[in-house]
């Protein structure tokens, strides 16, 4: 006889609080179990919840869900879930309620249809410990058993997270299980491990609205076990639709920027409302700012939009080609310095000083630098004064206001490109 297992897991309930998506994690949990209805066991490879301590709203949704499967529920806790050690997580919590049977780093057994089903679990530690808190447990598989061995974890070259790097690798993982299973990431994979499957099922909602969350839909995997071994995906169908769309512009004017973006929304329609990550990168036209805030009020009654602009007027891309000619021409650092001030000094009308201020930069005197500087300009507005003699006394002021207005901001850009933080 066959034997189903679903694997779900990342439910994330509670994700979204207070928001427009605050149902979407119940939504896609309830659809995942009656999907799953006619398997024999469930595994949940953590982060059940999406807080340590859930309030106690969520506590009792999940209790409602779960005392609906009448199957055997196997879990481990996640990071989301983790806490010190001697605290009770949620997850445990569950299982001394009697939802479900919780690892960590300990195996459990069961027949199902003559079959010995034993499932080995380690829940979610930090990524730093991940490899040896696995080698001090070194489990082993059972004898006559289909083996399963799940953990919460990133495991190269399946990375959550890249400023927290794994610890572990595929090959890190115990020889002689039949299934290998991995809860965190939230993408789904499937390939194998020495000869046997591997599978990440991927969270039940998407968390963070990238590249990555577009591509691949929501859903669960369903393992048969009979002669052989077959996996399948489940995919939920009333789920939100992720869109991801990144415009790089070269150069272009803001209205122009913003009518390709309103062309592209215009033609997305989804019954429920999408989730949109709109980014754009690159060069606008030189004096102009790109405002999406315009593009966020039209459609926040059509889609749930994430809206991400980094984009860089000309003068700063003239800097970054000035910084990479001079890294091409492979000139010292310290040629590379007095470049870069002697190009800013010219902006200020002061390249005659670059090199006595480079100097005092050099020495780490900032001060000296400063009213090096200070004087400088003092001579440079005396000389403009005797100038503007002949304009009459309230133009004057208002020129020299003018220029005071333009010069500041410029003085501070000095400092910065020149590396130095001034107190």
């Known amino acids: 006889m066959t034997v189903k297992i679903a694997v779900i897991s990342d439910l994330h309930f509670g994700f979204g609080r207070n928001t427009e998506r605050a149902e979407d994690c119940w939504e896609a949990a309830e659809e995942a179990f009656e999907k799953a209805k006619d398997c024999d066991m469930i595994i949940l490879p953590g982060d059940i919840f999406d807080e340590k301590i859930p309030r106690p709203e969520d506590w009792a949704k999940a209790m409602k869900l779960l005392s609906k499967i009448k199957v055997p529920v196997v879990a481990i806790h996640g990071t989301h879930e983790r806490r010190g050690r001697g605290l009770i997580n949620c997850v445990e919590g569950l299982e001394h309620a009697g939802f479900l049977k919780h690892l960590h780093c300990e195996h459990v057994v069961y027949e199902i249809k003559g079959k010995k089903i034993a499932v080995h679990g380690m829940s979610g530690v930090p990524e730093a410990y991940a490899k040896e808190v696995l080698q001090q447990w070194n489990p082993k598989p059972v004898e006559g058993a289909f083996n399963i061995f799940m953990l919460h974890q990133s495991i190269h070259p399946y990375i959550y997270n890249p400023i927290e790097p794994p ?175 002697r190009e800013n000094l010219k902006e200020l009308n002061l390249s005659k000083v670059y090199e006595e201020i480079f ?65």
């Open 167 to 341: 610890s572990l690798r595929l090959e890190d993982l115990p020889e002689g299980f039949d299934l290998y299973i991995s809860g965190h990431i939230h993408w789904r994979e499937k390939t194998q491990i020495r000869g046997k499957p591997f599978i990440i099922p991927g969270s039940l909602i998407p968390t963070q609205i990238n590249k990555t969350e577009a591509k691949y839909p929501k859903g669960f995997f369903v393992v048969e076990l009979n002669e052989n071994v077959e996996i399948k995906f489940v995919e939920l169908e009333n789920q939100r639709k992720v869109f991801y769309k990144e415009f790089k512009v070269n150069n272009e004017n803001p209205s122009e920027i913003l009518e390709r973006i309103e062309e592209y929304l215009d033609g997305i329609e989804e019954d429920k409302k999408p989730l949109v990550r709109i980014k754009v990168t690159g060069r606008i036209e030189k004096g102009t700012s790109l405002d999406l805030s315009y593009i966020r009020e039209k459609y926040k009654d059509k889609l749930l939009l994430s809206l991400s602009v980094r984009v860089e007027e000309e003068e700063i891309e003239n800097k970054i080609k000035l910084l990479r000619s001079m890294r091409e021409s492979k000139e010292s650092v310290e040629e590379m310095g007095m470049k870069i001030l």
């Open 359 to 423: 100097d005092f930069l050099v020495e780490g005197n900032v001060d000296g630098a400063l009213v090096h500087l200070l004087s400088e300009r003092e001579e440079k507005e005396e000389e403009e004064e005797e100038k503007v003699k002949v304009l009459d006394r309230e133009e004057f002021e208002r020129e020299l206001f003018e220029e005071e207005e333009e010069t500041k901001p410029k003085k501070t850009n000095l400092l910065a490109w020149a590396g130095v933080e001034n107190d």
